[in-house]
């Protein structure tokens, strides 16, 4: 009896931390088709915070490249240059939007060159260690342009 105790109340905790994952809701994510000769490129999405707290991304993660790094696109006097961002905080209840010229993931060293339609998997890293792994489709550039 004790042991079946014990078992409802893991099972509660792996639910709970479950829950946490879908605060974050990921919408829209695609990944940027570039010609082969080119190694890097970059990936967008909308990020819908549901839940009640601040989520804080540390980094990234894709396993069809060598690197991926959070980046935002900073204005330098008249030059705009893209910067590795430490952190990005999504506020509770609100929206954040990775955007052609905005905030990016970008992704070093692509394994292999991507396919138009390709869906590939990407994944976020919050500051309280969870990866909140999404699909994202491969799409040239105009297809997925913003209105
Ligand atoms: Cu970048």
Not at 5 to 15: D, G, H, K, S
Not at 66 to 72: D, P, S
Request: charged share 15%; aromatic share 4%; net charge negative.
């Amino acid at each position: 009896m004790l042991v079946n105790v014990r078992c409802i109340i893991a099972t509660a905790i792996i639910l709970i931390s479950n829950a946490a994952f879908a605060e974050l809701h990921i919408t829209d994510a695609t990944v940027r088709l570039l010609p082969p000769s080119v190694p890097n490129t970059s990936a967008y999405f909308s990020l819908q915070n549901t839940g009640d707290e601040n989520i804080t991304l540390v980094g990234a993660q894709a396993g069809i490249a060598n690197k991926a790094e959070l980046h935002n696109h900073i204005m330098h006097g008249d030059v705009m240059r893209m910067e590795k961002q430490d952190t990005i905080v999504v506020p509770a209840g609100e929206r954040v939007d990775f955007t052609p010229g905005g905030l990016h993931m970008m992704l070093f060293g692509l394994i292999k060159p991507l396919k138009k339609d390709q869906i590939v998997t990407l994944s976020l890293l919050t500051d309280d260690g969870q990866q909140i792994s999404f699909d994202a489709v491969v799409a040239s550039p105009n297809k997925h342009s913003h209105h």
